[in-house]
């Protein structure tokens, strides 16, 4: 049997970044491989992606753009803004170690690790790992240290709707040079028709691949009120969605469970609940949750295969809009609807869910006969 490559971090305290590496994995053991996480040795944090050479070149290129500067130091305070607990982080690491086998290997030995047969192939995805308004495109998620023949692209996100000139050059070349290309987004097969002339297949995120089915065996289970709505939010959202939130859980008579950032509701104290959660956690909160609000993509997609109402709310966005993700995937399975930018009016409003299950199997089927024919070639 033949091993595959999964190249991606593990270690980001993100329910939708370790969970979609994960169904990754277990796309390609379901195809008949086995599945092996790699990645770059000399991380200095347990929680964020903090390489000596990635913070040096990225220095290097604000020299020469410093102009991006502002937005940079931006982005730096908002990630230490993001305290995690204790406790969380150590249901995100027991997670990883029991689910996932990986290995890791320093800048000089890992191409000719690559060279050789241990690994059959090299996958980079998926999530925003080709962001295109990044300072440091990095070749590990290029699978630059690989043979070309090697490289295949699972559903990558350039995560915005443009690239800026100062990453054209550099994003033509290493995209062009990934022989078996997909992206996860329409925005994505745009930008990279626009740069490069070639077509890239648009496929299903990897957590859609595996069944609800398949999370049960991975959820772990927590104390929760008998009903409620499950608001999970990367970014804060607005006076507007709050109220609104408040208003359907009263309505409703239902209890509000919150993960990540939603705080100061004006609601009965002894009805909101903040649970600390890791992969497993969120998992059993998701299928449990009698309604879903969020402003997480991965978050929505959950909810979805877990046949839930939902509303997907738009991301209080602190630098980039990046809401292609979600409406490419709710436009394939007739959910626009359920994508809200003003007027939030929550409801219990019904999905037909046969119907979105439908377009879910075509949808994997693509996806899936995509991933099979790249590891083939």
Not at 29 to 44: A, D, H, M, P, T
Not at 133 to 151: G, H, I, N, Q, V
Not at 329 to 334: E, Q
Not at 343 to 348: G, K, L, P, T
Request: with cysteine.
């Amino acid at each position: 049997m033949q091993t595959i490559a999964i190249v991606n971090r593990t270690n980001l305290k993100n329910f939708g970044s370790v969970l979609q590496v994960y169904a990754l994995c277990e796309a390609v053991k379901k195809l008949g491989y086995r599945s092996e996480v790699v990645w770059q040795s000399g991380n200095i944090s347990k929680n964020f992606d903090i390489r000596p050479i990635k913070v040096i070149r990225t220095l290097l290129r604000l020299c020469v753009h410093p102009s991006l500067l502002r937005s940079t130091v931006k982005a730096i305070i908002e990630a230490k803004s993001q305290v995690i607990d204790e406790l969380k982080e150590k249901k995100f690491n027991d997670f990883v170690t029991a689910n996932f086998i990986q290995s890791f290997y320093d800048h000089e030995e890992i191409s000719k690790m690559a060279a050789t047969n241990k690994f059959y192939k090299f996958i980079c995805g998926s999530d925003q790992i080709w962001s295109s308004t990044t300072l440091y495109p990095d070749p590990m998620m290029y699978l630059r240290f690989s043979p070309k023949e090697k490289r295949v692209a699972y559903a990558p996100s350039l995560g915005r709707n443009y690239i800026p000139n100062y990453n054209k050059k550099i994003l033509k070349r290493f995209i062009s040079d990934v022989p078996c290309l997909s992206v996860r987004e329409d925005e994505g097969h745009r930008l990279i028709k626009e740069l490069t002339g070639q077509d890239a297949l648009v496929v299903a995120d990897p957590t859609l691949l595996l069944s609800s089915r398949d999370w049960d065996d991975l959820k772990i289970s927590i104390e929760t009120p008998e009903d409620y709505v499950l608001c999970y939010f990367l970014d804060t959202p607005s006076d507007d969605v709050k109220a609104n939130i408040r208003r359907y859980a009263s309505l409703s008579g239902k209890d509000i469970v919150v993960l990540g950032k939603l705080d100061n509701l004006d609601y009965p104290q002894n009805k909101i609940h903040y649970p600390v959660a890791g992969p497993g956690e969120f998992l059993y909160l998701i299928s449990n949750a009698s309604m879903v609000i969020t402003d997480s993509y991965h978050g929505m997609l959950f909810a979805i295969n877990y046949r839930k109402k939902f509303w997907a709310v738009e991301r209080s966005y602190s630098q980039y809009d990046q809401s292609s993700r979600q409406l490419t995937i709710l436009s394939r399975l007739d959910l626009k609807e359920r994508y809200l930018k003003k007027e939030f009016n929550f409801s219990d409003a019904d999905i037909d869910y046969i119907s979105v299950q439908t377009k879910i199997e075509e949808f994997v089927a693509l996806s899936m006969n995509y991933l099979k024919q790249s590891l083939e070639q």
